[in-house]
C-alpha cells in the first residue's frame, strides 16, 4: 500500500500562482493524477504524467497548469499558474497500483476574484 499527502494549497488572489505537492510514502512507479472537486461538482480529472514523464491536461488548464513528478523524491507536483476563481477547489492526488486505487486527502485551493 502507499500513502499520498497532498500540501501546497491555500487562498491566492485571480492571476497568482500555488504549487500543489503529492508526497508518497514509498515509491510510485505508476501514472500520477491530480484531480479537483469544486462544491457541488463532481471530481474532475485536471493532469495526468506517466512514469516515462509524458502529460495530459484538461482543456480548461492547458497553459496554466504544469504536472511534474521527482521520482527519487516520490514526489508529484502541480504548479497553477494565471489562477482563476473557477480552479476554487479540493485538489487529491491519485493513482492506481496492483494493489488499488489511492486518494490523498486533498488539500484546498481558492481563488478570490
Known amino acids: 500500500q502507499v500513502q499520498l499527502v497532498e500540501s501546497g494549497g491555500g487562498l491566492v488572489q485571480a492571476g497568482g500562482s500555488l504549487r500543489l505537492s503529492c508526497a508518497a510514502s514509498?515509491?510510485?512507479?505508476?501514472?500520477m493524477r491530480w484531480y479537483r472537486q469544486a462544491p457541488g461538482k463532481q471530481r474532475e480529472l485536471v493532469a495526468t504524467?506517466?512514469?516515462?514523464?509524458?502529460?495530459n491536461y484538461a482543456d480548461s488548464v492547458k497553459g496554466r497548469f504544469t504536472i511534474s513528478r521527482d521520482n527519487k523524491k516520490n514526489t508529484v507536483y502541480l504548479q497553477m499558474n494565471s489562477l482563476k476563481p473557477e480552479d476554487t477547489a479540493v485538489y487529491y492526488c491519485?493513482?492506481?497500483?496492483?494493489?488499488?486505487?489511492?486518494w490523498g486527502q486533498g488539500t484546498q485551493v481558492t481563488v478570490s476574484s
Open positions: 504524467v506517466t512514469t516515462g514523464g509524458s502529460t
Open positions: 491519485n493513482t492506481y497500483l496492483l494493489s488499488g486505487q489511492y
Open positions: 514509498g515509491s510510485i512507479y505508476s501514472t
